[in-house]
Protein backbone atom coordinates (compact mmCIF):
# COMPACT_ATOMS: atom_id res chain seq x y z
CA UNK A 1 0.00 0.00 0.00
CA UNK A 2 2.05 3.30 -0.92
CA UNK A 3 -0.38 5.50 0.55
CA UNK A 4 1.13 4.17 4.40
CA UNK A 5 4.84 4.08 2.84
CA UNK A 6 6.97 6.53 3.93
CA UNK A 7 10.54 6.96 2.88
CA UNK A 8 13.83 7.17 5.17
CA UNK A 9 13.73 10.65 5.06
CA UNK A 10 10.24 10.92 6.24
CA UNK A 11 10.81 8.57 9.06
CA UNK A 12 13.70 10.75 10.36
CA UNK A 13 11.87 13.73 10.20
CA UNK A 14 8.93 12.02 12.06
CA UNK A 15 11.18 10.48 14.57
CA UNK A 16 13.44 13.80 15.23
CA UNK A 17 9.86 15.40 15.70
CA UNK A 18 8.41 13.03 18.06
CA UNK A 19 12.01 13.05 19.98
CA UNK A 20 11.29 17.10 20.11
CA UNK A 21 8.04 16.74 21.45
CA UNK A 22 8.85 13.62 23.96
CA UNK A 23 11.99 15.92 25.46
CA UNK A 24 9.79 19.44 25.59
CA UNK A 25 8.00 17.98 28.60
CA UNK A 26 10.63 16.08 30.32
CA UNK A 27 13.89 17.29 32.49
CA UNK A 28 17.18 16.79 29.74
CA UNK A 29 19.97 14.47 30.61
CA UNK A 30 19.14 11.10 31.20
CA UNK A 31 15.67 11.18 28.81
CA UNK A 32 18.36 12.73 26.00
CA UNK A 33 20.96 9.61 27.07
CA UNK A 34 18.03 7.11 26.52
CA UNK A 35 16.92 8.42 23.29
CA UNK A 36 20.44 9.07 21.73
CA UNK A 37 20.96 6.57 18.81
CA UNK A 38 17.29 5.85 18.14
CA UNK A 39 15.28 5.99 14.70
CA UNK A 40 12.19 5.09 13.39
CA UNK A 41 12.61 1.85 11.81
CA UNK A 42 9.20 0.96 10.09
CA UNK A 43 5.55 2.89 10.35
CA UNK A 44 2.31 0.66 9.24
CA UNK A 45 -1.31 1.22 9.81
CA UNK A 46 -1.11 -0.02 13.41
CA UNK A 47 2.45 0.05 14.71
CA UNK A 48 6.00 1.72 14.89
CA UNK A 49 9.01 0.53 15.13
CA UNK A 50 11.94 1.93 16.86
CA UNK A 51 15.65 0.64 16.50
CA UNK A 52 17.29 1.06 20.43
CA UNK A 53 21.24 1.00 20.62
CA UNK A 54 21.39 -0.56 23.69
CA UNK A 55 19.43 -3.15 25.80
CA UNK A 56 19.09 -0.73 28.70
CA UNK A 57 17.66 2.08 26.68
CA UNK A 58 15.36 0.21 25.60
CA UNK A 59 14.19 -1.39 28.88
CA UNK A 60 13.68 2.07 30.19
CA UNK A 61 11.99 3.49 27.05
CA UNK A 62 9.78 0.96 27.05
CA UNK A 63 9.21 1.30 31.13
CA UNK A 64 9.22 4.83 31.29
CA UNK A 65 8.56 6.50 28.28
CA UNK A 66 6.05 4.32 25.58
CA UNK A 67 3.01 6.35 26.73
CA UNK A 68 5.43 10.52 26.36
CA UNK A 69 6.81 8.83 22.88
CA UNK A 70 2.90 7.49 22.24
CA UNK A 71 1.65 10.31 22.37
CA UNK A 72 4.02 12.78 20.83
CA UNK A 73 3.86 10.27 17.65
CA UNK A 74 0.30 10.93 17.44
CA UNK A 75 1.03 14.73 17.15
CA UNK A 76 2.79 14.02 14.92
CA UNK A 77 1.53 11.07 12.26
CA UNK A 78 -2.17 11.67 13.46
CA UNK A 79 -2.80 8.46 14.32
CA UNK A 80 -2.32 6.26 17.78
CA UNK A 81 0.34 3.28 16.72
CA UNK A 82 1.36 0.62 19.04
CA UNK A 83 5.38 0.83 19.87
CA UNK A 84 7.86 -1.80 19.70
CA UNK A 85 11.44 -1.27 20.16
CA UNK A 86 13.68 -3.70 18.52
CA UNK A 87 17.53 -3.73 19.03
CA UNK A 88 19.53 -1.22 16.42
CA UNK A 89 21.21 -3.56 13.72
Known sequence: ????????REKESVWQQTV???Q???????????LFGTALLEVTETAAR???NN???LLWLER?????????????LGK?????FVPAV
Do not use: C, H
Request: charged content about 30%.
Open 1 to 8: NKETEITD
Open 20 to 22: EKV
Open 24 to 34: EGLPTGETATK
Open 50 to 52: IGV
Open 55 to 57: LSA
Open 64 to 76: RLYGQIQKAMKGV
Open 80 to 84: DLDLQ
